[in-house]
């Protein structure tokens, strides 16, 4: 199984601060189509995950665009720009690349 | 819009399976694969696999054959998972999601605790 390895673990920042999680994968997330399946989700507390970013750049439906992924083969990055309080959470990141699709183990996000 | 409504959470001694339902709505139920993924505070997110809703065929993960068993009904636009020979391992929050590749849209989640 592909391994994704996210860190940190966890972050604490102010409002109106940017920060970056890391997320990298065993094997590379190329599909055979070309197209690179990597995503990255919040768990909200008490919520089931919601896509904010995916094949690593692209913003799901309703995400502002404070919420930026970069990244390509197997180095892949989140970027939120001016964290809100609204951005608390559990951040996963996600490949759907190969089977069985593998998650990190999440980064959570605390607001000073 | 899309929805993924999942049956409520569940009680089962060791042992004993649960069987778990995901109806979707607002869209072609048949279109999408149906996923299932497992959420625990030790283990994180795991994936158990994914059913063909228009074949009924499966794929499962490695972990979880034998454990996880993946049905639908085409007629209600419903899924299951039944989870059979229930271990305090089991007990965990499970998702199902749409389709197999853009983990898009989420059900709501189902608790599972096995207790004697």
């Known amino acids: 199984d592909v391994v994704m390895t996210q860190t940190p673990p966890s972050l604490s920042v102010a409002i109106g601060q940017s920060v970056s999680i890391s997320c990298k994968s065993s094997?590379?997330?190329?599909?055979?189509?070309?197209?690179?399946?990597l995503h990255w989700l919040l768990q909200s507390p008490g919520r089931s995950p919601k896509r904010l970013i995916y094949?690593?750049?692209n913003l799901g439906s309703g995400v502002p665009d404070r919420f930026s992924g970069t990244g390509s083969q197997k180095d892949f990055t989140l970027k939120i720009s001016r964290v809100e309080a609204e951005d608390l959470g559990v951040y996963y990141c996600?490949?759907?690349?190969?089977?069985?699709?593998?998650f990190g183990s999440g980064t959570k996000l605390e607001i000073k | 819009q899309v929805q993924l409504q999942q049956s409520g959470a569940e009680l089962a001694k060791p042992g004993s399976s649960v069987k778990i339902s995901c109806k979707a709505s607002?869209?072609?139920?048949?279109?999408?694969?149906i996923s299932w993924i497992k959420q625990t505070t030790g283990q994180g997110l795991e994936y158990i696999g994914y059913?063909?809703?228009?074949?009924?065929?499966?794929n499962y993960n490695e972990k979880f054959k034998g454990k996880a068993t993946l049905t639908v009904d085409k007629s209600s636009s419903t899924a299951f998972m039944q989870l059979s020979s229930l271990t305090p391992d089991d007990s965990a929050v499970y998702y199902c999601a749409r389709g197999t590749t853009t983990l898009a849209y989420w059900g709501q989640g189902t608790l599972v605790t096995v207790s004697s």
């Open positions: 607002g869209y072609t139920f048949t279109s999408y694969y």
């Open positions: 996600a490949q759907t690349t190969h089977f069985p699709l593998t």
């Open positions: 094997q590379s997330l190329v599909y055979s189509d070309g197209k690179t399946y």
């Open positions: 059913i063909n809703t228009g074949s009924g065929g499966t």
């Open positions: 094949q690593v750049s």
